[in-house]
């Protein structure tokens, strides 16, 4: 069978890869920072890769972008001012547009090609940058980052590639303190964590920087999504010192929110039941990840 393959291997997950069988190549150029891939798989839907690297299918991105969006706003009482770091497809702006109380969503993506391409092959994700409440910001989230007011954000959500290349800067030290100060007391960050399977260290380390900055409180939640790397991909929870926040008991649950549910789309992963599972770990987990 003459099924053309296309291989996902990458030093962050040696010795293995996902191989994706491909119908036909869509889009191939290469941006000012990443080279920009978009085909249609055989079983996966169209599918968007950045420098070799799986970002999201048709099949499953709803799994991660309704997790990453709803996990945080679900935790705090009338979310109003978003803030998204990456996220340039679009997806995480269609789930945030659900929640009714949100008045302000800034999204701060570095690659004008990224948005691009998921307008041109991404509608139903790319649908999220036509909320009015969406402010664009094509720069580096370094640079933004630091004009933000102190406190604006009752929510940040960071939903970047891998810490190699573009994000390399967005596991660090100095721009999680960034975040913490443009979020309010009792703000929440929600972080792309990646695989509790393939990169325990990698999540160490982000987690104990969060616990220095963050003086609320910090967890690891989780969602399984088959295109990612051993399946799964992790969320790093935190807020800031002021009202505690409980993420594991959602305070706004989105089965609460009038218009969440019926919206055009419906929700196909997440809800509060998905979300309280979310943070409960294999042994393993809390054992390497030393803080959790
Ligand atoms: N909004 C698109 C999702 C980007 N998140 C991915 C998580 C897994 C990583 N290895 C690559 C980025």
Redesign the pocket.
């Given at each position: 069978k003459d099924d053309k393959r296309m291989y996902f291997n990458n030093p962050m997950w040696p010795g293995e890869a996902h191989s994706l069988e491909v119908k036909e190549i869509l889009f191939k150029e290469r941006s000012k920072f990443q080279e920009v891939l978009v085909f249609e798989s055989a079983t996966y839907g169209k599918v968007l890769v950045l420098d070799g690297?799986?970002?999201?299918t048709e099949r499953d991105e709803f799994a991660?972008?309704e997790m990453i969006a709803h996990l945080p706003l679900c935790s705090i009482k009338s979310p109003k001012n978003v803030l998204v770091v990456?996220?340039g497809?679009g997806?995480?702006l269609r789930e945030l547009a659900r929640h009714s109380s949100v008045e302000l969503i800034d999204i701060c993506e570095i690659d004008q090609m990224v948005i691009d391409v998921s307008k041109m092959f991404f509608p139903d994700l790319a649908v999220g940058f036509e909320d009015p409440r969406v402010h664009l910001h094509i720069e580096d989230a370094l640079e933004f980052i630091k004009r933000v007011p102190k406190g604006k954000y009752d929510a940040i959500i960071v939903?970047s590639?891998?810490p190699v290349g573009p994000a390399q800067d967005l596991v660090e030290k100095p721009f999680f303190e960034m975040i913490a100060n443009a979020l309010r007391p009792g703000g929440v960050l929600c972080n792309?964590a990646?695989s509790m399977w393939l990169h325990t260290h990698l999540i160490n380390d982000m987690i104990s920087a969060c616990r220095e900055v963050f003086k609320g409180s910090v967890h690891y939640a989780w969602a399984n999504v088959p295109t990612?790397?051993s399946g799964v991909?992790g969320f790093i929870l935190c807020s800031t010192e002021g009202p505690p926040v409980d993420f594991r008991n959602p305070v706004n649950p989105i089965e609460d929110l009038e218009g969440a549910l019926e919206h055009e789309r419906e929700l196909r992963f997440y809800n509060s039941q998905i979300h309280r599972a979310a943070f409960a770990l294999p042994s393993f987990v809390r054992k390497q990840v030393s803080c959790l």
């Open positions: 690297i799986l970002q999201l991660y972008q990456g996220g497809d997806g995480v939903d590639s891998d792309m990646e990612y790397p991909i």
